[in-house]
Each structure stands twice: as C-alpha cells, then as structure tokens.
T-cell receptor
C-alpha cells in the first residue's frame, strides 16, 4: 500500500529539548515536504527536498532543520523547540514537485511544546 | 496581505446543493493550482489539479482558474454529506517559485442530510 508514515503521531515536550519527527514514504518519490498547520493560517511549507541531499527552505523554516540522506526518509529536526512551534505537522511526498501527480500526505504529528 | 486568500467559512449547505469554493491570490507567477480535501484528523488529499487557466472536470467536481482575475474556484455538484470536510486551495509557481507550494487557510464545508 502506498503511504507516508510519520512518527510520533503525538508528542508533548518542553522548551529546548531537541526532538526529531520521522517521515518515510514507500513510493520511491523524489519530492518530499514538511508543512505545519495552524488554525486560520492553513498549511505552511517548512522545508522541501527535490531529491537525496537536495533540500530548500519553504515559507517558515526558522527553528527547523531537515536532512535527506535516503530517498525514502525526510526527518524534521527541532534543535531547541519553543512554544510557538506547537502545531500539527504533515509530511508529504510526490513524484513531481508541482503535484501533477498525487501528493500523498502523512497522518500528521501533533506537537505541543510547553 | 497573504499570497493566497480563502474564506474560512464554515459553509453549511443542504444535501444536493451546488457548492462554490473560492480563492484569490496575488502572485501572478502561480501556474499550478490544486484543491485538497481534508477530513477531520486526517492529512489532506489531492482532489483536483489544474495547470494555468481553464476548467477541469472530474465527476461531481469542477475546478476553474481565471488567471486574469487571479481567482480560482471549485464547484461541487449534488453535494453529499460525505463531502463535509475542509477544502484547501494550493498554488505553485513551479521552477520560477522554487517549487514552493502556498496553501489557503481552508474552507470548512458541512453538507446536511
């Protein structure tokens, strides 16, 4: 089954404690992306990756890091989380960056930073 | 001003109604226009995709793009309770925009049986 998986699904942490949210896809997609979703603001792109070792900033990259060492994995790293990073996070992948094919979204990770 | 504006609703309609969802945008470089549907507690799923101006139809769904007015629409005919969800418009300028995707805030739709 074609899917994007994220872990963990729910996370409560404290300010400053480094965390990683994993994302994995099994469709051999080249393009992967991270979004955060906040009420009234919709989905905002954090980082995206065109392929292995190729990443670029989206609209709201501050406070986040990513890496793409393997095609299937695209982890999101928060080195020093702050309360304003409390949000719902989605990972997505597609075979093309312009979403001419279906862009698959993961189930989401709800992060709370106290 | 946001690059993409979308009325958050909520929009409540009776079953069988025609629904019109809209977004306006300011960046004339946008060429790729998408509509996503998001059910509660789920990730968005791509519903319709349109390149440049024009119409696209898929079953009960029709997507329209008017680049001259910077306005896109999604029409749902014969709406069903199962259509109740949040609908997000999304846009991309492709290579010219660095392949970033900009989403609207989403419109919550309720279809009453």
């Amino acid at each position: 089954e074609a899917q994007v998986t994220q872990n963990p699904r729910y996370l409560i942490t404290v300010t400053g404690k480094k965390l990683t949210v994993t994302c994995s896809q099994n469709m051999n997609h080249e393009y992967m992306s991270w979004y955060r979703q906040d009420p009234g603001l919709g989905l905002r792109q954090i980082y995206y990756s065109m392929n292995v070792e190729v990443t670029d900033k989206g609209d709201v990259p501050e406070g986040y890091k990513v890496s793409r060492k393997e095609k299937r994995n695209f982890p999101l790293i928060l080195e020093s989380p702050s309360p304003n990073q409390t949000s719902l996070y989605f990972c997505a992948s597609s075979s093309t960056p312009t979403s001419t094919d279906t862009q698959y979204f993961g189930p989401g990770t709800r992060l709370t930073v106290l | 001003q946001k690059e993409v504006e979308q009325d958050p609703g909520p929009l409540s309609v009776p079953e069988g109604a025609i629904v019109s969802l809209n977004c306006t945008y300011s960046n004339s470089a946008f060429q790729y226009f998408m509509w996503y549907r998001q059910y509660s507690r789920k990730g968005p799923e791509l519903l319709m995709y349109t390149y440049s101006s024009g119409n696209k139809e898929d079953g009960r769904f029709t997507a329209q793009v008017d680049k001259s007015s910077k306005y896109i629409s999604l029409f749902i005919r014969d709406s069903q309770p199962s259509d109740s969800a949040t609908y997000l418009c999304a846009m991309s300028a492709g290579l010219r925009g660095g392949f970033k995707t900009i989403f609207g805030a989403g419109t919550r739709l309720f279809v009453k049986a």
